[in-house]
T-cell receptor
């Protein structure tokens, strides 16, 4: 039972355009969400997060949107750059006694073409 | 320069052998985590620890063991009971005191069976 799903295995975008990566979740207990970026043979790097009390969080070129009623979040990258090419994971966590455990999606491979 | 160090980067195991993956952090983080990543899949939680001398099973703990004798160290042993150990293993940590803080990852160890 996958509680966090990224239904698009890959996404290809032209440099300068917008990249939109999507993530769906099923567990209503999740109250914060994170996006990580991962290059091959390296560990994931934290990009941006959002709490369930917000519907948008912005950091430079990266914006995360949360639609709680649809249990859906998305990461927008504008403008996309070739260096953004990587695997992007969304992750979700529940507060309280969850001890910071995260549930990860399968990842989406983003390729930004020059 | 604070961070998480995983060693070795590549590890080979013979059938029936136990192997231990090292994870050391100098971030003064209380919580530490071990994940496994398989091709096309997200990160799956093996074990986690909130405090020294205490740890809990994650979603796929069978065939693995851990110890947490020091705050800085959280080694993972892949035992011969783990029937499919070939994977990319990632260690992470986070400050326990602050809710919704992201986990920080090491660069991983790739384990292969000879």
């Amino acid at each position: 039972d996958q509680q966090v799903k990224q239904n698009s295995p890959s996404l290809s975008v032209q440099e300068g355009r917008i990249s939109i990566l999507n993530c769906d979740y099923t567990n209503s207990m999740f109250d914060y969400f994170l996006w990580y970026k991962k290059y091959p043979a390296e560990g994931p790097t934290f990009l941006i997060s959002i709490s369930s009390i917000k519907d948008k969080n912005e950091d430079g070129r990266f914006t995360v949107f949360l639609n709680k009623s649809a249990k859906h979040l998305s990461l927008h990258i504008v403008p996309s750059q070739p260096g953004d090419s990587a695997v992007y994971f969304c992750a979700a966590g529940a507060g309280g006694t969850s001890y910071g455990k995260l549930t990860f999606g399968q990842g989406t491979i983003l390729t930004v073409h020059p | 320069d604070g961070g998480i160090t995983q060693s070795p980067k590549y590890l080979f195991r013979k059938e029936g052998q136990n192997v231990t993956l090292s994870c050391e952090q100098n971030l003064n983080h209380d919580a530490m985590y071990w994940y496994r990543q398989d091709p096309g899949q997200g990160l799956r939680l093996i074990y986690y620890s909130q405090i020294v001398n205490d740890f809990q099973k994650g979603d796929i703990a069978e065939g693995y063991s851990v110890s947490r004798e020091k705050k800085e160290s959280f080694p993972l042993t892949v035992t011969s009971a783990q029937k499919n150990p070939t994977a990319f293993y990632l260690c992470a940590s986070r400050p326990q005191q602050v809710m919704a803080q992201p986990q920080h990852f090491g660069d991983g160890t790739r384990l292969s069976i000879l």
